[in-house]
């Protein structure tokens, strides 16, 4: 699978965590595959222009 594809579909799973999950910003990275919920969080930034946090807030 190319990277770009796996990251793709890695970020939809953590946009749906997101949305219907309580799960902290570490949990969410871990459970999706990421090191750290600092990389989780830049590749989301970079793909959604919205930190987690914010995506959280006004999807979920």
């Given at each position: 699978?190319?990277?770009?594809?796996?990251?793709?579909?890695?970020?939809?799973?953590?946009?749906?965590?997101?949305r219907?999950?309580?799960?902290?910003?570490?949990?969410?990275?871990?459970?999706?595959?990421?090191?750290?919920?600092?990389?989780?969080?830049?590749?989301?930034?970079?793909?959604?222009?919205?930190?987690?946090?914010?995506?959280?807030?006004?999807?979920?």
């Amino acid at each position: 699978m190319p990277d770009g594809l796996s990251t793709r579909i890695r970020l939809v799973h953590v946009a749906d965590l997101l949305r219907t999950t309580k799960y902290g910003l570490q949990e969410v990275a871990e459970a999706s595959g990421y090191r750290s919920a600092a990389q989780f969080s830049y590749c989301f930034l970079k793909a959604y222009s919205l930190r987690p946090e914010k995506y959280r807030r006004t999807n979920g």
